[in-house]
């Protein structure tokens, strides 16, 4: 039988394969975080008709006459070129810009994938659209353990933000150097917290006198113990120290003023609050997830972890737009976003394909044609066989 039949028959299967891959490629042209695939060609071996010869005295060395036997597919590789942005505005929605892999885990099987349209389940855990669960490292009143083992990353629905006690508080502002001596006191509360987080007040009494003005603290906890303390002003600027402990609170007034018609005396800033509730939470771009607490307060409650490989090439697609590790593909690193050679993390956006339509457009062209070209190799060998057959009539 002629050599071209089974020539044209490894062309048509290879560009079958062409046509396989440019079809999948197109079909998830809208598949997030899908990385396109491409096929490489080699010709497979050559019988040898002739061998070679060196050179001798008097004569030339001729050359190898080799007749190919063929064409097959060397491999499939995958692009994991970045795909553009969609902004989708979700905050559970995450995208990698950069290298690596988020780590899901279903049931015993660990794999990796770079969708990140992920959601909270009703218990908490941030899951994939097939129910894998998202894997990171939690944290222990607010502190991140990085480095450790991996576990499934869950929001703490019932959580709370423990109260903390008002040790300091510090005043700013103004108090008008022309006001009445002995006449009408300015008063300001304070809120304050003890260690429970149960909220009470501190009275300031600002009353104006010659030499400037008596402060009087009381705490609504021991309103029989008032504390006092004098404030002093030369050009408007105070020159007494300005500190006042009240029950144990530290009041600092150093830098209220004393200037004319402007009364502006007011809290700036203190310490403590009550106890809160988990509200919402936020993602910072090295995978932290931070919750936001009804009483203001915000911390850690876990971090996304990425994963990195010597060959990302050598993973396998498993399906459900995840990869699965193999010997190939080097062993698993994993690490913070932004870190160590990983890419950062973008909520409420999705990686999209990253197939390019045009290209393979052209590559089904290309693939067509080749299986055309091998199919009249297959009618053309025929036609010699036929001549070769009415030989003999």
């Known amino acids: 039988m002629l050599r071209s039949l089974y020539a044209g028959i490894s062309g048509l299967r290879s560009h079958q394969t062409m046509l396989d891959v440019t079809g999948n490629n197109i079909a998830n042209v809208n598949t997030t975080a899908f990385k396109g695939s491409s096929v490489q060609f080699q010709d497979t071996l050559s019988q040898l008709t002739q061998g070679a010869s060196g050179p001798q005295q008097g004569i030339g060395g001729t050359n190898p006459a080799q007749v190919g036997l063929g064409v097959l597919v060397a491999g499939i590789s995958t692009n994991f070129a970045q795909g553009s942005t969609q902004a989708t505005g979700k905050a559970s929605d995450l995208m990698i810009s950069g290298d690596g892999f988020f780590v899901t885990r279903q049931g015993n099987q660990t794999m990796y994938t770079r969708a990140g349209n992920f959601d909270f389940g009703p218990d908490g855990r941030l899951t994939t659209p097939d129910g894998s669960l998202v894997q990171g490292w939690g944290a222990v009143d607010g502190v991140v353990a990085d480095g450790g083992l991996v576990g499934d990353i869950q929001l703490p629905l019932n959580a709370i933000s423990p109260g903390v006690a008002t040790t300091e508080a510090t005043l700013g502002g103004n108090l008008p150097s022309d006001a009445v001596v002995g006449g009408q006191p300015l008063i300001r509360d304070i809120e304050v917290f003890d260690a429970n987080g149960a909220a009470r007040s501190i009275t300031l009494t600002f009353t104006k006198t010659a030499a400037g003005w008596d402060v009087t603290g009381v705490d609504s906890a ?86 990195s490989f010597a060959n990302p090439a050598g993973l396998e697609k498993a399906g459900g737009s995840s990869y699965r590790a193999t010997f190939n593909s080097g062993d698993v690193q994993v690490g913070a976003p932004g870190a160590d050679g990983l890419g950062s993390l973008s909520s409420g956006a999705l990686e999209m394909s990253n197939v390019d339509l045009s290209q393979e457009f052209t590559n089904l062209i290309v693939a067509q044609r080749g299986f055309q070209a091998n199919a009249r190799i297959i009618t053309t060998s025929d036609e010699v066989l036929q001549e070769l057959t009415n030989l003999k009539r």
Not at 237 to 258: A, F, P
Request: charged letters at 15%; proline letters at 2%.
């Open 222 to 307: 021991t309103p029989g113990t008032p504390v006092t303390a004098q404030l002093a002003f030369t050009d408007g600027v105070q020159t007494t120290t300005g500190l006042m402990t009240v029950n144990g609170i530290d009041l600092d007034l150093s830098e209220v003023s004393g200037f004319a018609k402007l009364t502006s005396i007011s809290t700036t800033e203190k310490d403590g609050r009550a106890a809160g509730k988990l509200d919402s939470y936020t993602l910072a771009k090295d995978g932290t997830i931070i919750g936001s607490f009804s009483n203001g307060a915000s911390q850690a409650l876990g971090r996304i972890v990425l994963a």
